[in-house]
């Protein structure tokens, strides 16, 4: 199973472009994404923290 990792965005800039994603995060929006992404998201403390319950390393359900 892939390893993913829901992340929120927490930026108090509001909604945030992401290249690594291709896509616009929402300000408090919640996104799985890979364990390597996640790495280099959680690393911007500023905009992005680990979803309550969920850390590096969670295994995907599906």
């Not at 929402?26 to 996640?38: N, P």
């Amino acid at each position: 199973m892939a390893k993913t990792v829901k992340i929120v965005n927490v930026s108090p800039r509001g909604d945030l472009d992401v290249p690594l994603l291709g896509s616009v995060v929402k300000a408090g929006e919640q996104v799985t994404v890979s364990e390597e992404f996640a790495k280099q998201l959680l690393a911007q403390t500023e905009n992005f923290v680990a979803a309550p319950g969920h850390s590096a390393g969670s295994e995907d359900p599906s």
